[in-house]
C-alpha cells in the first residue's frame, strides 16, 4: 500500500457535475474509510482534483493507470459511450490478465444503464459483458440518500473491507514461505484457490518466493454446468450447489428439476435458456432458501406446489438479487423476506399465488423494481411485523383480494407503482400500518381505492387515485393518513369518505369528478379533518 495513489477512480465528468461533485465527495469518503480500516493513507486518483492547472492531463492519467492497484468505474449510461472510460477500463483488465488477478476492478453501479442489464444490447458491447460479469456496488437506491445516512456509511465501508481483502490476497500472493513448506510449494501440489468473498481472510498457500516467479494460481470464479440429461458436471441443482465454492457461478440448463435447494454460499444461479424453460419445482418445501450473504439468481421459473405452508422463495438472510424470474407458490406466499434480509428484485413475474404475492415481515426491508405482481389469491404485497420495502414501478393488479396491505407496523415506500384491478382496496393500511406512497396510480379497483383503518397512518403525495367502484379513499376508525396533491377522479362514490372514527390532513388535493362529490364527512369526524386548499 506505499506506492501513490493506490486507487483510479473511472467515471463521466459530466455525471459528477450535474450530481454537483457528488461522485468527488464519494470518492473523498472512500478514501477516508479506507485510511480508516488501514491505518495508512490510502490516495484515490481522481483527475477533477488531482491534476494541477496546466498539466498535460492526458499524461498524468496514463502514468496514475500504470501505478494504481485499483480501478474504481463508476457505471452510468454515459460511461459505456465515452472513449477515456472504456480506454481506462480496457488498459486495466490488461493489468489484471498480466498479474493473473480478476478482483481490481470495482465496479459501482451508479445510474441504470440498458446495455448493462439488458442480455441481448450487453452482448453488441465487450466492455458492458466484462462488467455484467463481476460483482458490482449497487449505489442506484443510495443516489440521493445523505453520505450522513448510516446506510450509506455502511455501503462505503462494505467496499472498503472488499478493497483491504483484496490488498491481503495480494500480500499472500507474495509472502515467501517458511522452508518446511518449500518441498511442497516446489512440487506444484498446491491447492487450487477460488475467488473468496469480501472479507474472507485468505490462507497462505505455501508458496516460496522461487516458486513465486511461475504462474500464479488463477482466482476466476468456477462455472459449473447443471443439465437434466447428465451432459453437465452435475445433473441437479443441489448437487451443484454442494460442490461449490463462494463466487462460483452456476448455469441450469432447460428441464425441470424437481427439487427445492437451499443457498448458504455466495453463489450466481443463471438459467442457462429462453424463459420458462429452466425450472425448479419443490413439494413440501421452499423452491429456494436463502441464508447467504449474498447472491443472484436470475431467469428461472420458481414453483412450490404445496405439502404445506412454503414459501416459493423464503429470503431469510442477507441481500439476493432475483432478476427476470417467474415466480409461484401454493404456499403462504410466493416471495417471503424476513429477518433482516434485504433483497433486490427487478424484472420478476410473481403470481398465481394461493396466498400472498409477496410478503415481508419480521423486519424485512428489500427493493422491488418493475415486477409484474398479479393474480394472487390475498394481496399482491403484504407488509407486517416491521416490514420496510421499497417499491418502484410494478405492477400489481388483477388480485383476488387487495393490491397492497400493511398492518401490524408495517411500513415501506412505494413510488410511481400502478396498482389496479384488484377485488377489495388497491392499498389498505391498519393496526400501526404506516405506509409512504408518492406518484402512484392506484384506480379500477372493485372497491375502494385506498382504505386507512384501525389505527393505520400513510402520507399519500401526488398519486393518481381513480376509477374505483366505491370511494377513491376511505377512512374510518382511527385511520388518520395525511393526503397532499393527490388528484382523485372518477370514482364511483367520493372522492373522500371519514367514517366513524376516522380522521386526517388534506392539502391541496384534486377531488373533483366524483360521481357522489368530493367528501362524505361523518359529524363526530369534522373535528379530526384539516382541510387545506383542495379543490372540490
Not at 457528488?22 to 480500516?37: A, D, H, P, V, W
Not at 396466498?355 to 423486519?363: R, S, T
Not at 390532513?505 to 377531488?511: I, S, Y
Request: net charge negative.
Amino acid at each position: 500500500m506505499s506506492q501513490s495513489p493506490v486507487a483510479f477512480l473511472s467515471y463521466v465528468r459530466l455525471d459528477d457535475q450535474h450530481e454537483s461533485g457528488r461522485l468527488t465527495e464519494f470518492c473523498k469518503r472512500l478514501s477516508g474509510e479506507l485510511t480508516i480500516q488501514t491505518g495508512e493513507k490510502f490516495h484515490i486518483f481522481q483527475d477533477q482534483d488531482d491534476i494541477e492547472w496546466g498539466q498535460q492531463w492526458l499524461l498524468r492519467i496514463n502514468e496514475s493507470l500504470d501505478a494504481v492497484t485499483f480501478l474504481i468505474p463508476i457505471i452510468t449510461p454515459g460511461f459505456f459511450k465515452s472513449p477515456s472510460c472504456r480506454d481506462e477500463l480496457e488498459r486495466f483488465l490488461d493489468r489484471e490478465k498480466s498479474l493473473n488477478r480478476n478482483d481490481l476492478i470495482l465496479p459501482v453501479y451508479y445510474v441504470t444503464s440498458k446495455i448493462l442489464d439488458d442480455p441481448e444490447k450487453r452482448k453488441t458491447d465487450s466492455l458492458a459483458e466484462v462488467i455484467a460479469a463481476r460483482q458490482r456496488l449497487d449505489w442506484r437506491e443510495f443516489r440521493f440518500e445523505p453520505f450522513a445516512s448510516p446506510l450509506v456509511g455502511k455501503m462505503i465501508e462494505r467496499m472498503a473491507k472488499q478493497i483491504v481483502a483484496a490488498l491481503e490476497r495480494d500480500q499472500v500472493k507474495t509472502k515467501p514461505a517458511p522452508p518446511r513448506f518449500a518441498a511442497i510449494a516446489n512440487s506444484g501440489n498446491n491447492p487450487q484457490t477460488t475467488y473468496p468473498p469480501s472479507g474472507e481472510q485468505v490462507e497462505a498457500t505455501g508458496q516460496t518466493a522461487e516458486a513465486s516467479r511461475g504462474p500464479e494460481q488463477k482466482t476466476e470464479p468456477s462455472i459449473r454446468v447443471v443439465d437434466a440429461l447428465h451432459r453437465g458436471h452435475h445433473s441437479t441443482l443441489t448437487d451443484a450447489l454442494h460442490a461449490a465454492k463462494p463466487g462460483d457461478k452456476i448455469l441450469v440448463r432447460p428441464g425441470l428439476y424437481k427439487e427445492g435447494v437451499a443457498i448458504e454460499k455466495p453463489v450466481e444461479i443463471i438459467g442457462d435458456g429462453d424463459p420458462g424453460e429452466v425450472v425448479i419445482e419443490a413439494t413440501g418445501k421452499q423452491s429456494v432458501l436463502f441464508k447467504a450473504t449474498m447472491g443472484r439468481i436470475t431467469n428461472l421459473t420458481l414453483r412450490q406446489a404445496g405439502g404445506g405452508n412454503w414459501a416459493s422463495v423464503d429470503i431469510a438472510q442477507g441481500r439476493l438479487d432475483l432478476d427476470g424470474c417467474d415466480i409461484t407458490g401454493q404456499g403462504f406466499t410466493c416471495v417471503a423476506i424476513r429477518g433482516g434480509a434485504d433483497p433486490r428484485l427487478r424484472r420478476n413475474r410473481i403470481h398465481d399465488g394461493k396466498h400472498a404475492g409477496v410478503f415481508v415481515f419480521e423486519n424485512g426491508l428489500g427493493t422491488f423494481e418493475d415486477n409484474d405482481i398479479f393474480g394472487n389469491a390475498l394481496a399482491g404485497v403484504c407488509i407486517s411485523q416491521g416490514g420496510n420495502p421499497t417499491l418502484r414501478r410494478n405492477r400489481i393488479h388483477d388480485g383476488l383480494q387487495g393490491g397492497v396491505m400493511a398492518w401490524e407496523n408495517g411500513q415501506g415506500t412505494l413510488e410511481d407503482n400502478d396498482i389496479f384491478g384488484n377485488a377489495l382496496a388497491g392499498m389498505e393500511i391498519k393496526t400501526g400500518g404506516n405506509l409512504t406512497l408518492r406518484g402512484n396510480r392506484i384506480h379500477d379497483g372493485k372497491q375502494v381505492g385506498v382504505m386507512v383503518w384501525e389505527n393505520g397512518q400513510g402520507t399519500l403525495e401526488d398519486n393518481d387515485i381513480f376509477g374505483n367502484a366505491l370511494a377513491g379513499v376511505e377512512i374510518k376508525t382511527g385511520g388518520n393518513p395525511t393526503l397532499r396533491r393527490n388528484r382523485i377522479s372518477k370514482n364511483g362514490s367520493q372522492a373522500i369518505r371519514v367514517s366513524t372514527g376516522g380522521g386526517g390532513v388534506f392539502e391541496g388535493n384534486d377531488l373533483r369528478g366524483n360521481a357522489k362529490g368530493s367528501w362524505e364527512i361523518a359529524q363526530d369526524c369534522l373535528e379530526k379533518v384539516q382541510r387545506a386548499n383542495n379543490q372540490e
